[in-house]
């Protein structure tokens, strides 16, 4: 596993390339100190966290049981906090949790685990937490206590305001952690709105501390944790005095850090042309010159007198940047020969959202477009359009004379469902099919917009996706076989797929996986084409990352925008539990390409309305 040192982290941190092995290091950590207590005789004090971040470590924690004889008899843990109130098998609670994810895996003691108490009476949660920290003392503390961030800088649920010697207390959750948790809780209103954590304090206490962060949308916290001084806004900042802490991190979750933003401002740089061109590019929009205006002086204000002395003058670096750039632009993304192209969509309007312009461009280039919508997406349909269509359905089919009693049954036992159902609750199949089938139609509908015919069109419901809840399974094996069979019966010259780093659920991780999987067997068959990178529906690639950027016209942009639009299930999935963004699909795509746009036009490149984005996979 390799991994690199952040050089100017105020709390010591790692950074590797994908969370799977960043998780794999934190297990390694647990494991030697387990087997090293074990072999004296001594138990091992852990403290856990729950959440998304550490479901990889409490994976590999039981591969090392089950597959390396980690014996884990000797361990006793404590939580770090709970909802409150919460019912101990509410399918909410973190003691739920922490048993279905981990505890019942393992052959840690009943008897020895320890976590807060979601069911006590108000008058006696506060003796309760001084009981917790009694505990913990009397086990004789913490030797590893795990942590994940939130994005108030939360450690447990220490929300900004904590103090630095906070101890487990009952406490007020931030609307932004509420509004984080929502998606599980299928609406912010039914988060709780209290929480019962251990304090900054306590967890300052721990001999040793890994905290972990994954995925794009920790990026911004993470910087302010790590770089910027302690302050009680956040409450990770803290671990910047503890004598033992270390941030494991993602590199989609280390992204925003200086090193990474401005490597040479905190580090000797290896100036390869990567480098260059995002020296330059940066350079350019952060003192807003064109890049063949840029001076000497520009670069030596701006920390980049080794780029200067190593390949200037300013006038040099400008006009090498400005070529390339340029040759990024591509007005024709497939070529002028007709060709077969093939379009990923991970979810049902990921195509439209990310590369509707592009796709339309490549339809009127005479070219052959096959759009695969790899799930159902059907978590994201409202419970009221099921309703809806099971009552269009049944009134249609009444209207026509069509078997109308077997409509009206399948009408009301949605209904009743729907009725009675509690939140969070996962629908029934008939119910999952609706939702499927609305999303299928919508794609359709889109696909139509952009003069897609419906024949080219594949519905792939990959199972990995099939789990009816919001936690999806790993990627299944017919899965990838699926991937193959379509590239051998299309034979593609070209291919694109989401290769985006931060959605919250995996889903596009997952897809992009399977498909490199795919694309790698099938090379080695010797069936070869291009494979580019659209970025997803939240985030656009930077102008000093782009490969190929394909202007949109004001018009195709018009048309990208009614495909969105026919996806009308997710018109108010701005209103979606867990939506991060509350602005619609139609006018973030178009923020964005406009904004790519914007800044090719003021590096001094030609002028566009909209540019969508895209990067070329490599296999690592
Ligand atoms: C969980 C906890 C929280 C989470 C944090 C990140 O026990 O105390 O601090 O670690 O909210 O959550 P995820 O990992 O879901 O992003």
């Known amino acids: 596993m390799s991994s690199q040192y952040v050089p100017n982290a105020r709390i010591r941190s790692l950074v590797f390339k994908t969370s799977g092995e960043a998780s794999r290091h934190a297990a390694l950590i647990v494991d030697r100190l387990v087997r090293e207590n074990n072999s004296a005789g001594r138990p091992t004090v852990l403290g856990l966290a729950t959440g998304s971040t550490p479901v990889g470590l409490y994976r590999e924690l039981i591969r090392l049981h089950k597959e390396e004889g980690l014996d884990l008899s000797g361990v006793v843990t404590f939580n770090l906090d709970e909802y409150y109130p919460m019912p101990a098998d509410d399918s909410h609670s973190y003691r739920r949790w922490m048993h279905e994810t981990f505890f019942d895996h393992v052959n840690i003691?009943?008897?020895?685990?320890?976590?807060?108490?979601?069911?006590?009476?108000?008058?006696?949660?506060?003796?309760?937490?001084?009981?917790?920290?009694?505990?913990?003392?009397?086990?004789?503390?913490?030797?590893?206590q795990i942590l994940g961030i939130g994005r108030t800088g939360h450690i447990g649920f220490n929300e900004p305001g904590s103090q630095r010697n906070s101890r487990t207390r009952q406490v007020t959750l931030d609307p932004v952690t509420r509004r984080d948790a929502a998606g599980d809780f299928f609406g912010e209103e039914n988060v709780p709105q209290q929480a019962i954590t251990m304090g900054v304090g306590t967890i300052m206490e721990a001999r040793k501390i890994v905290i972990m962060a994954f995925g794009e949308h920790k990026a911004p916290i993470v910087l302010r944790a790590v770089e910027n001084p302690q302050t009680e806004a956040i409450s990770a900042s803290f671990l910047q005095s503890h004598p033992d802490a270390t941030f494991l991190l993602d590199e989609a979750a280390a992204g925003e850090l200086t090193v990474y933003r401005r490597p040479w401002e905190v580090t000797a740089v290896d100036w390869t042309p990567d480098r260059i061109r995002q020296a330059v590019v940066w350079l350019s929009l952060e003192v807003k010159k064109a890049l063949l205006k840029l001076s000497d002086l520009d670069f030596r204000d701006h920390h980049l007198y080794d780029l200067l002395r190593e390949h200037g003058?300013?006038?040099?670096?400008g006009e090498q940047i400005f070529q390339d750039r340029l040759a990024s632009i591509q007005n024709y993304p497939a070529g002028t020969e007709p060709r077969t192209v093939l379009v990923f969509s991970p979810h049902p309007d990921d195509d439209v959202i990310s590369m509707g312009g592009t796709i339309i461009r490549l339809v009127e280039q005479g070219h052959k477009v096959h759009v695969a919508y790899m799930t159902s997406g059907n978590i994201a349909v409202f419970d009221h359009d099921a309703r809806r269509f099971a009552d269009f359905v049944e009134s249609f089919n009444r209207l026509f004379g069509i078997?109308?009693?077997?409509?009206?049954?399948?009408?009301?036992?949605?209904?009743?469902?729907?009725?009675?159902?509690?939140?969070?609750?996962?629908?029934?199949?008939?119910?999952?099919?609706?939702?499927?089938?609305?999303r299928e139609t919508e794609a359709r509908?889109?696909?139509?917009?952009?003069?897609?015919?419906?024949?080219?069109?594949?519905?792939?419901?990959?199972?990995?996706?099939?789990?009816?809840?919001?936690?999806?399974?790993?990627?299944?094996?017919?899965?990838?076989?699926?991937?193959?069979?379509l590239f051998e019966r299309l034979q593609p010259s070209q291919i694109y797929v989401a290769g985006e780093l931060s959605d919250p659920h995996g889903t596009h991780r997952t897809c992009a996986e399977a498909i490199y999987e795919a694309v790698r067997r099938v090379r080695k068959k010797g069936q070869s084409f291009e494979v580019w990178l659209y970025r997803g529906a939240w985030e656009e690639w930077e102008p000093h990352q782009i490969e190929m950027a394909v202007p949109i016209s004001p018009e195709t942009v018009e048309r990208k925008k009614l495909a969105?639009?026919?996806?009308?299930?997710?018109?108010?999935?701005?209103?979606?539990?867990?939506?991060?963004?509350?602005?619609?699909?139609?006018?973030?795509?178009?923020e964005r390409n406009r904004s790519t746009a914007?800044?090719?036009?003021?590096?001094?490149?030609?002028?566009?309305?909209?540019?969508?984005?895209?990067?070329?996979?490599?296999?690592?």
């Not at 917009?449 to 024949?455: F, K, M, V």
């Not at 509350?582 to 006018?587: A, C, G, L, S």
């Open 445 to 485: 509908a889109a696909a139509l917009a952009c003069d897609i015919p419906p024949d080219q069109l594949e519905f792939m419901d990959l199972r990995f996706y099939r789990t009816g809840t919001i936690a999806k399974a790993p990627i299944h094996p017919e899965d990838i076989n699926d991937i193959v069979k």
């Open 598 to 620: 914007a800044a090719y036009d003021s590096l001094g490149l030609p002028e566009f309305y909209a540019v969508e984005a895209f990067v070329r996979w490599r296999d690592l």
């Open 564 to 590: 969105i639009f026919r996806h009308q299930s997710q018109k108010d999935k701005a209103m979606f539990p867990g939506t991060r963004d509350k602005r619609e699909f139609w006018q973030r795509a178009e």
């Open 313 to 317: 003058p300013a006038e040099a670096l």
């Open 403 to 438: 078997d109308a009693k077997t409509t009206a049954s399948v009408r009301d036992r949605v209904q009743s469902f729907l009725d009675s159902k509690s939140p969070g609750q996962p629908d029934t199949e008939e119910v999952l099919k609706i939702k499927g089938l609305i």
């Open 109 to 144: 003691k009943k008897h020895n685990i320890h976590i807060p108490d979601g069911t006590l009476q108000p008058e006696d949660v506060e003796d309760y937490c001084q009981r917790y920290e009694t505990a913990i003392r009397k086990a004789g503390g913490i030797d590893i």
